[in-house]
């Protein structure tokens, strides 16, 4: 199966609530998640949207009922990244850069602590936050290998990567 994921347009909370999703999620063309600039990008505001796909995450827990591994995989995404100008009151959209998503698939183990290890494999964005290492603002598109942990706390740790990454914010920046 072939899926897309953009990690981190959301506030951890949110994209914990996100990976528990029912199976069969369209993923339909909406109004870009709009981070500010110092969050996905340091000098501006950065859009980030996607239409088509479809989505399927299953669970799978130990003999207590508790989750111990989350996979998500389907149907890829156009992926839009804009650069929305720095003014935080009035975003302009400028330049953007769309990548064809062929698939990836993401498979999460839930730590006994619970913490959680992530292996996406594909074609997946990932956006680093200030508050976790390495230290973003940053986001990259990355085709091959990505392994981050999510603390309890919600900090992203970038473990390694491998393969083809496109900074996204230096794309933009032009």
């Not at 299953?58 to 720095?86: P, Q």
């Not at 970038?158 to 990454?165: D, I, K, Y």
Request: hydrophobic letters at 40%; charged letters at 15%.
């Amino acid at each position: 199966m072939k899926t897309s994921s953009i990690t981190r347009g959301l506030a951890p909370a949110a994209l914990a609530a996100a990976a528990l999703v029912a199976p069969a999620q369209p993923a339909l063309a909406a109004e870009p998640d709009i981070l500010p600039a110092g969050v996905g990008c340091a000098d501006f505001n950065l859009g980030i949207s996607s239409t088509g796909g479809k989505l399927q995450t299953r669970e799978f827990v130990d003999r207590n009922g508790n989750v111990v591994r989350i996979i998500t995989a389907g149907k890829g995404v156009l992926l839009t990244y804009t650069n929305y100008g720095s003014d935080p009151d009035n975003p302009e959209a400028g330049e953007s850069i769309t990548f064809r998503t062929d698939g990836s698939v993401s498979h999460t183990v839930v730590n006994p602590d619970g913490s959680r290890t992530v292996t996406a494999t594909g074609h997946n964005g990932i956006v680093m936050f200030p508050t976790d290492i390495p230290a973003g603002p940053s986001t990259t598109q990355y085709l091959g290998r990505v392994v981050y942990t999510i603390s309890t706390e919600g900090v992203w740790t970038l473990v390694s990567s491998s393969g083809t990454a496109t900074d996204v914010c230096a794309a933009l920046a032009g």
